[in-house]
């Protein structure tokens, strides 16, 4: 099964660790610290360059989407 992430973009479900909240979770310096280690690394993927409302971390990649994380988690089940 996929999950539709926005922007032309759908991961497998079995790839995904976990659907994160970008405004409750980057408030935490280990977060942001973790994204922007991920970013120099080239591992974030942009889905669009929306205002970025979650992020999904799969197993090799991390993808910053657009769409909320309850859309997310309602798409999944």
Avoid: H, W
Avoid at 12 to 17: F, H, V
Avoid at 25 to 33: D, E, L
Avoid at 37 to 42: F, G, L, M, S, V
């Amino acid at each position: 099964m996929y999950l539709y992430i926005g922007g032309n973009t759908a991961v497998k479900s079995g790839e995904i660790i976990g659907i994160f909240d970008m405004d409750t979770s980057t408030v935490s310096k280990v977060t942001r610290a973790y994204l922007s280690n991920a970013e120099k690394k080239k591992k974030v993927v942009y889905v669009n360059y929306e205002l970025p409302k979650s992020f999904v971390v799969c197993r090799d990649k991390i993808y910053i989407c657009p769409l909320n994380t309850a859309t997310l988690l309602k798409r999944i089940q």
